[in-house]
């Protein structure tokens, strides 16, 4: 890993206007990284900071964001549900997938969104120009990053969204929870010994399990005979950007699939949420790739 970026220098002035994430842990977070790049690509009188806040100072935290006028900030683990009560308002997409990603100050109220739908959804439809209609989707986890992969998959409007998890009891639970949504009853749910009979209809594969992820990069949640078992041209989608690729996304590239790492992802909904604070469409998004890049000690 590399910290130094040394294409963009950020200066910091009286007049400065917040931006930041909340989390616990938040050192984590590549958000500072990339969001800065952005703002000080764009010239603007902007800095975004990571804010470590404990689940018992979240309300505290918010009230303080508003007397120092923040104007907006990302949200990750562990407050991505516990924000909501805090807010005025969030859109459909957040009601929908019950989790918040992006929060902004609109006037003095603060109004909740979740740009992960789009953050999923863009590199599918930059890559591939093509109508979804009568493709197969299958995703595999149902925790909090599935909400998103199932939201967008249903949006792009592909034939059938299935969700494999191995646990039934959390499956049901997974599906009940979008019973007041429109996308309540728009996708079946299967234990994990399902996928043989799924895999051979699948154009699209998502993996929304942690399997895989640094340090354990050894390990994919499918095995290279089950994923051999993809047709000609299918998409195999990795949330995980950490390594790059996974191993789930090298068995499927030597099965000669299409692949897709969680990098673009990460980056594209911070565009989303960048394009809600500056209220402009504009967003460097190659810089913002070139600083995680080079951040994540990637050559490409
Ligand atoms: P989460 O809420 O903990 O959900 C994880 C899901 O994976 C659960 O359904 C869990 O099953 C399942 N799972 C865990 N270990 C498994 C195993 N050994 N075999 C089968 N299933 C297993 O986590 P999350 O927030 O959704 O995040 C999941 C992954 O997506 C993480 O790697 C995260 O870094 C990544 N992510 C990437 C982006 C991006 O922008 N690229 C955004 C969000 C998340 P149970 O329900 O049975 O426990």
Redesign the pocket.
């Known amino acids: 890993m590399n910290s130094q970026n040394n294409n963009y220098c950020l200066q910091i002035t009286g007049k400065s206007k917040l931006l930041g994430v909340i989390g616990y842990p938040v050192e984590h977070s590549l958000s500072p990284v990339m969001h800065n790049a952005a703002l000080s690509m764009l010239g603007l009188d902007y800095v975004y900071l990571p804010f470590p806040i404990a689940p018992e100072n979240l309300e505290v935290a918010i009230a303080g964001f508003a007397a120092v006028n923040v104007v907006g900030f990302s949200v990750t ?1 562990p407050h991505k549900q516990a924000i909501i009560p805090f807010l005025s308002e969030i859109s459909p997409i957040a009601q929908a997938i019950g989790a918040v990603n992006t929060v902004t100050r609109q006037g003095d109220q603060w109004v909740g969104t979740n740009t ?1 739908v789009e ?1 999923f959804v863009a590199p599918l439809q930059t890559t591939f120009q093509q109508s979804w209609n009568q493709k197969q989707a299958v995703i ?7 909400r ?1 992969v199932v939201a967008g998959c249903i949006q792009l409007g592909l034939a059938e969204v299935h969700v494999v ?3 039934i009891e ?1 499956l049901q639970n997974f599906q009940q929870s979008w019973q007041n949504s429109s996308f309540a009853n728009k996708f079946p749910v299967h234990g ?1 010994e399902e996928l043989p009979n799924l895999i051979p209809q699948t154009d699209l594969l998502v993996n ?4 895989g ?1 640094y340090p354990h990069i050894d390990a994919s ?1 499918l095995n290279a005979e089950e994923i051999g078992k993809l047709p000609d041209n299918a998409i195999a989608y990795d ?3 950490t390594p790059k690729p996974t191993k789930f996304l090298h068995l499927a590239q030597q099965q000669g699939a299409i692949t897709i790492d ?2 673009e ?2 980056i594209q ?1 911070g565009v989303a949420a960048l394009k809600i604070w500056l209220q402009r469409d504009d967003i460097p998004v190659a810089q913002m790739r070139q600083a995680l890049q080079h951040h994540l000690g990637i050559n490409k």
């Open positions: 683990i992960d953050g595999l986890g149902n925790g909090g990053a599935a998103a998890g191995r646990n959390k994990w929304t399990t942690p399997v992820m949640p949330l995980i950007y969680g990098l992802m990460l909904q």
